[in-house]
Nanobody, 118 residues
Framework: QVQLVESGGGLVQPGGSLRLSCAAS????????MGWYRQAPGKQRELVAD???????NYADSVKGRFTIVRDDAKNTVYLQMNSLKPEDTAVYYC????????????WGQGTQVTVSS
């Protein structure tokens, strides 16, 4: 059974930092592109950042220079370090796993709320 378990969300003031963690089980972690996505009320889910086993990462333009995605394949865990948080970063953040080889598959975590407010 595949599980992606997120943690680390919460309430933070503008300019603050949070670190999200996503622990995966039931998959061969190195075979997956791991990503963080977010969905704000009334908006579509969007990619925040993703990363493959080589460490190559992609970021949404809105978070470049503020967020850093890192994966630890020994721990089957991916992290999202979020600095200089803004109110517009408020959303439910989801961890996603997308398999890179056939047969393709995709899994999602349950989401964790991040609220940036004074």
């Amino acid at each position: 059974q595949v599980q992606l378990v997120e943690s680390g969300g919460g309430l933070v003031q503008p300019g603050g930092s949070l670190r999200l963690s996503c622990a995966a089980s039931g998959i061969i972690f190195s075979h997956y592109r791991m990503g963080w996505y977010r969905q704000a009320p009334g908006k579509q889910r969007e990619l925040v950042a993703d990363i493959i086993g080589t460490g190559s990462a992609n970021y949404a333009d809105s978070v470049k220079g503020r967020f850093t995605i890192v994966r630890d394949d020994a721990k089957n865990t991916v992290y999202l370090q979020m600095n200089s948080l803004k109110p517009e970063d408020t959303a439910v953040y989801y961890c996603g796993a997308r398999k890179l080889i056939i047969p393709f598959s995709e899994y999602w975590g349950q989401g964790t709320q991040v609220t940036v407010s004074s």
